[in-house]
T-cell receptor, first 114, second 109 residues
Framework: DAMVIQNPRYQVTQFGKPVTLSCSQT?????MYWYQQKSSQAPKLLFH???????NEADTPDNFQSRRPNTSFCFLDIRSPGLGDAAMYLC?????????????FGPGTRLTVL | GQNIDQPTEMTATEGAIVQINCTYQ??????LFWYQQHAGEAPTFLSY??LDGLEEKGRFSSFLSRSKGYSYLLLKELQMKDSASYLC??????????WGAGTKLIIKP
């Protein structure tokens, strides 16, 4: 089945220790998104790729970086995680990023920062 | 600013009907989505409205009034598995998806 896969599902890191979250998709979608979602809050868009074009949200901290080496994979790097970065990180894809495009989400990675 | 307003939490009884409202103020409008999110899981797509009126899909229906900046999600014949958060999201004129914080729906036997 075509899908969006995220690894790991649960990640524990120490304060300040870099961590990388991964996302892969078999939908062959052009657009990939990274969201941060804290409990009972709306998903917050961190950045997205339209194909290889990287789009950073204005309020995304520099501590968050992303890489998309090919159509199928996208990575979220948190260079120095703080306690406030503990959250669910959601990867999503859409076909073209158009207005009617549905975003399809992976299962998420829950990040704990100790 | 842009914002999406939904009730924080609602409670309903198994077998009943519940309506979850969403009002929005965005820079332009290119459609409204409803997603379901179970605790600890990712959102899953439920419906999309871009024209005024009611879209029915099984037990779930979604309504849109663009002139009022208003939508609702109607869930019929509630089942325990419908206990989840329901997120409203609007695509604005820049094709950005603006998300609400979600409505936590609690179903009681």
């Amino acid at each position: 089945d075509a899908m969006v896969i995220q690894n790991p599902r649960y990640q524990v890191t120490q304060f300040g220790k870099p961590v990388t979250l991964s996302c892969s998709q078999t939908l062959n979608h052009n657009v990939m998104y990274w969201y941060q979602q804290k409990s009972s809050q709306a998903p917050k868009l961190l950045f997205h790729y339209y194909d290889k074009d990287f789009n950073n949200e204005a309020d995304t901290p520099d501590n968050f970086q992303s890489r998309r080496p090919n159509t199928s994979f996208c990575f979220l790097d948190i260079r120095s995680p703080g306690l406030g970065d503990a959250a669910m990180y959601l990867c999503a894809t859409s076909g073209s990023g158009g207005a009617t495009d549905t975003q399809y989400f992976g299962p998420g990675t829950r990040l704990t920062v100790l | 600013g842009q914002n999406i307003d939904q009730p924080t939490e609602m409670t309903a009884t198994e077998g009943a009907i519940v309506q979850i409202n969403c009002t929005y103020q965005t820079s332009g409008f290119n459609g409204l989505f409803w997603y379901q999110q179970h605790a600890g899981e990712a959102p899953t797509f439920l419906s999309y409205n871009v024209l005024d009126g009611l879209e029915e899909k099984g037990r779930f229906s979604s309504f849109l009034s663009r002139s009022k900046g208003y939508s609702y999600l109607l869930l019929k014949e509630l089942q325990m598995k419908d206990s989840a958060s329901y997120l409203c999201a609007v695509t604005n004129s820049n094709y950005q998806l603006i998300w609400g914080a979600g409505t936590k729906l609690i179903i009681k036997p």
